[in-house]
């Protein structure tokens, strides 16, 4: 049986004025990716990684083509409605980790629920059950200043898997952390993936998109190369057509 789509785009590009200049930050782009890949794009700075992320992520929007995200067509949807697709389908890992710095472990992992509307026990309960799953049970009272880098990028991917979300959407995720706690959470990505995890992964490093059963090259907006990676044959389930 065919793998699921989970996203599609067809002939994305975008395009920001600047003055007098246009910048073609995508151009003609189209990418599916399937339920439980294991994806990362890479490409130097200004390859349209980060553009790509956003589009990806529901934080902006394409100029023409047209994104379908779980079946939803996303390209022209209000800024409402792309903030409630954002909240249901996609948990977000940034590299500076973006934790509340006030906030206990646990009540940064228990913010994204508030906005659905969850009783606070439930919450408490879900988020509690995130941080375990990301070995993190016996930090939960902690503060942000008292944990690790590597610690608080696990209670980041905890906030971005306690909404159980159809995409984690990680954005150089391990690009403040050392070498060792790299590897580390790099490996949680892998039981993540093994666990039926869909993760897309953007990063400039080799060593990061290696973890990855698929690679995209962007090069000057461009989709440069896509291909499966032969290092990785047991964590991709569906072969794009080359």
């Known amino acids: 049986m065919p793998a699921a789509s ?7 590009t975008k395009t920001y004025v600047m003055g007098d200049q246009e910048i073609h930050a995508l151009q003609n782009i189209s990418v599916t990716i399937n339920v439980n890949d294991y994806v990362a794009f890479i490409g130097s700075s200004g390859s349209g990684k980060s ?8 934080l902006d929007q394409p100029t023409t083509g047209e994104y379908v995200l779980n079946q939803r067509d996303v390209s022209t949807l209000s800024e409402d409605d792309l903030a409630q697709i954002r909240n249901e389908e996609i948990g977000f890992i940034f590299q500076s980790f973006n934790l509340l710095t006030r906030t206990t472990a646990l009540r940064n992992v228990m913010q994204p629920l508030i906005y659905r509307g969850i009783p606070f ?13 990301v070995g993190l ?14 610690q608080r990028q696990r209670v980041a991917i905890a ?5 159980n979300p159809s995409i984690l959407l990680a954005d150089e995720p391990t690009g403040n952390l050392d070498s060792d706690t790299s590897r580390n959470i790099m490996a949680l990505f892998d039981e993540l993936h093994a666990d039926g995890q869909t993760i897309i992964v953007v990063t400039h490093e080799d060593d990061i998109a290696a973890h990855c059963g698929r690679v995209i090259e962007l090069m000057d ?12 044959p047991s964590r991709a389930n569906h072969v794009h057509p080359g």
């Not at 049970?137 to 590597?150: F, I």
């Open 6 to 12: 989970l996203i599609s785009m067809a002939a994305v």
């Open 51 to 58: 553009t790509m992320m956003n589009i990806m992520g529901c």
């Open 121 to 133: 026990k439930e919450r408490r309960e879900l988020a509690e059950q995130a941080l375990a799953r």
């Open 137 to 150: 049970s016996e930090r939960s009272d902690h503060l942000p200043n008292q944990l690790s880098g590597g």
């Open 159 to 163: 906030r971005a898997l306690v909404t």
């Open 221 to 232: 907006g461009q989709v440069k190369s896509d291909a499966m990676n032969p290092n990785q």
